[in-house]
């Protein structure tokens, strides 16, 4: 995009953040310029819907939009921290190349110079004087060499921990921080796999949703440490009690998913039930003065995915049976057969 028209896009997004906006910030300017751009439709979307209820959009509202699309900004900004990283180490090592490449044609030049001359060479000295300036040329090198493997030896090194840092931080960006099991990020693109798979190869696959029970009593009345002491205890039950196929994911809030490819219904609901029962067996503490706290219950609702299903469907229908599970007293697993038969009664 040509320079002229950002600086049309910028003005345009500040005079519009003064019509439609209370405060005039950064992360207003980050919200409106995006939607501008028309580089993020869902973004837009928000936007517009949230100016054409309220007319003027209060500072939580964009923070609550810019939270939703540029969560990870602190992560896009080490990546291209270590991007940088990475060209400059680039860099040095075709340098290097370069300067070895020349090396060699210096050594090569210098062959063919002593090929030569040892055919006009007609006594001693001069076939002495021939073979010095070889040794002289052979020297030197290999001293080229060295230093030349050497500084690729260092840079290969810092190559490699940079390669390290991308892991880490292509980690982070679907890992919840909190609870250090999947974000909704890394579900959303975890599911969509798992729903291709499942109608390519017709694959059994299931989806379980779990929401914590009273969660908001335990931070109203503990205080939210307590909370995430809770959230944290769920996700690692939930965790240690899954397969390396399946991914465990904080869907948002209290609320936990669990994508399971190659399981039947009949599988999830009994996993969902052993979980239920495990976090329920759990007792809990306060960390800072081992003041027995109770115990946290976990409600389940499980969805079969079908050939037809798009992510949105599939989640409709687990949330569904959450839902009921809630509505039923909580502590408890329903499944969307039961619903079914429930219809069908």
């Not at 070895?100 to 030569?116: C, E, I, T």
């Not at 500084?151 to 991308?166: G, R």
């Not at 929401?211 to 959230?231: A, C, I």
């Amino acid at each position: 995009m040509e320079h002229e028209k950002l600086f049309e896009i910028a003005e345009q997004a500040v005079d519009e953040i003064r019509s439609n906006a209370t405060t005039i910030s950064p992360m207003a300017f980050e919200v409106w310029f995006t939607h501008l751009t028309e580089l993020n439709p869902a973004l837009s979307k928000d936007l517009l819907t949230a100016i054409k209820i309220n007319s003027v959009i209060e500072e939580p509202e964009v923070e609550q939009i810019h939270k939703k699309y540029f969560a990870n900004g602190d992560l896009a900004r080490e990546v291209m921290t270590v991007s940088d990283d990475a060209s400059v180490q680039i860099a040095k090592v075709i340098e290097q190349i370069s300067i070895g490449d020349n090396s060699y044609k210096k050594y090569s030049a210098a062959l063919k110079n002593s090929l030569a001359a040892l055919n006009d060479a007609s006594d001693e000295a001069g076939l002495s004087s021939i073979v010095n300036a070889l040794a002289e040329a052979t020297g030197k090198i290999s001293d080229k060499n060295s230093i030349l493997r050497n500084q690729l030896e260092e840079a290969s090194k810092e190559l490699s921990t940079l390669k390290e840092d991308f892991v880490r931080i292509k980690e982070e960006a679907f890992t919840d921080p909190l609870t250090r099991v999947g974000n909704r990020k890394s579900f959303d693109r975890t599911m969509q796999g798992v729903l291709d798979t499942a109608r390519n190869e017709n694959s059994d696959a299931c989806l379980i949703f779990g929401d914590v029970d009273h969660f908001k009593s335990f931070n109203d009345t503990w205080g939210h440490l307590v909370g995430d002491q809770v959230l944290q205890l769920v996700a690692s039950t939930l965790r240690a009690n899954t397969k390396g196929r399946d991914l465990v994911a904080r869907y948002g809030g209290e609320e936990f998913a669990l994508v399971l490819p190659h399981t039947d219904l009949e599988n999830a609901v009994n996993l969902a039930n052993k979980l239920r029962q495990e976090i329920s067996s759990r007792r809990l503490t306060r960390k800072t003065t081992n003041e027995l706290i109770g115990h946290v219950t976990i409600s389940f609702g499980v969805a079969k995915i079908r050939a037809n299903d798009t992510v949105s469907s599939v989640t409709e229908r687990a949330d569904k049976c959450l839902y009921l599970a809630k509505a039923r007293g909580r502590n408890c697993v329903i499944a969307e057969s039961e619903i079914k038969e429930e219809n069908a009664a």
